[in-house]
């Protein structure tokens, strides 16, 4: 598989110099750009499954009328926070 090249990325003089003090041993900036893109691919992938579980999570509840509303869990929680506060 042949590889493909990021787009240049022009940053403020100062940024680039931040990001050279952080570099590990041996580490190059694109290095370090391409493991960030990685990282927030990885971590917007993981987000979106998770919306997607917790979105369908609340279709399947809703579906089976078994769930309990927002309020009545704030309520709750508001509830278990006013006794902790008041003991």
């Keep these: 598989m042949k590889t493909a090249t990021l787009p240049s990325l022009r940053v403020a003089p100062e940024l ?8 590990q041993p041996g580490e190059t900036v694109s290095g370090f750009v391409e493991a ?22 609340a279709a399947a509840a809703k579906q089976s009328n078994d769930y309990v509303p927002a309020d009545a ?3 709750q929680m508001q509830a278990k926070l006013d006794a902790k506060r008041n003991a």
């Design 73 to 75: 869990v704030l309520a």
């Design 36 to 57: 960030a893109v990685r990282q927030q691919i990885e971590s917007r992938q993981t987000q979106q499954a998770f919306i997607e579980r917790g979105l369908a999570a």
């Design 16 to 23: 680039r110099n931040a990001l050279e003090t952080v570099l």
